[in-house]
């Protein structure tokens, strides 16, 4: 996890040089950070042929298609939390608590940040596009890294204990269990239950036949 982070850190350092970005000292993880505003949504092509669009933001793609994100906004404090793959819905309970406590970032940049500071070409959605070379980079590039590495990207959670249950209560649920099962009265009233059904069964198929 530490390479990747450090990866990731001098990537956006390299590409956004001229601002000073300030990085956390540690990352949370399985917890909820923030929020941010999706304005559009592009594939890896598009963003490539977005002709006005800084090549720093342009090498951020690395995957079929792009979050366009603006007004993003922190917790002032991660809750912890697990999500779930892909899109997912967070819970009302759990969103009222995340807005009473956002926060605005430190600001990057003289101005906030805005994609719409650079049009977007008018047939940028309709023309045919050669394939971005990028498209698939962060999924080869760090799906092999994990297979050659596991322990370095992902701290590997232990399973829950087992519940932990008395031995005079482990004992008497064992002997209940045993007693369904061995009851002489039990058994004979299940085969009574049983034969009763059988029976209904059959009178109704009988009365169905002589209709």
């Given at each position: 996890m530490?390479?990747?982070?450090?990866?990731?850190?001098?990537?956006?350092?390299?590409?956004?040089g001229?601002?000073?970005?300030s990085f956390p000292e540690q990352l949370p993880i399985s917890a909820l950070v923030g929020c941010v505003t999706v304005v559009d949504v592009l594939t890896a092509e598009q963003v490539a042929a977005w002709d006005q669009l800084p090549d720093a933001l342009k090498l951020e793609v690395g995957s079929p298609?792009?979050?366009?994100?603006?007004?993003?906004?922190?917790?002032?404090r991660p809750i912890s939390m697990r999500g779930s793959p892909k899109m997912w819905q967070l819970p009302?309970?759990?969103?009222?608590?995340?807005?009473?406590?956002?926060?605005?970032?430190?600001?990057?940049?003289?101005?906030?940040?805005s994609w719409s500071a650079w049009p977007q070409p008018s047939d940028?959605?309709?023309?045919?596009?050669?394939?971005?070379?990028?498209?698939?980079?962060?999924?080869?590039?760090?799906?092999?890294?994990?297979q050659q590495h596991p322990q370095q990207h992902f701290q590997q959670r232990p399973p829950p204990p087992p519940p932990q249950v008395s031995p005079g209560k482990r004992q008497?649920?064992?002997?209940?269990?045993?007693?369904?099962?061995?009851?002489?009265?039990?058994?004979?009233?299940?085969?009574?239950?049983?034969?009763?059904?059988l029976l209904d069964s059959a009178k109704m198929a009988s009365s169905w036949q002589a209709s």
């Open positions: 530490q390479l990747l982070v450090q990866e990731l850190r001098d990537f956006f350092q390299e590409v956004h001229e601002h000073e970005i298609h792009a979050f366009l994100c603006e007004d993003p906004m922190v917790l002032a009302l309970q759990m969103l009222s608590r995340a807005r009473a406590a956002l926060q605005e970032p430190p600001q990057i940049g003289p101005e906030p940040f940028l959605r309709t023309r045919r596009l050669p394939q971005n070379p990028r498209k698939y980079l962060f999924r080869n590039k760090y799906q092999q890294q994990y008497r649920s064992s002997a209940a269990a045993d007693e369904d099962v061995a009851s002489p009265e039990k058994a004979r009233k299940l085969n009574e239950h049983n034969g009763k059904l």
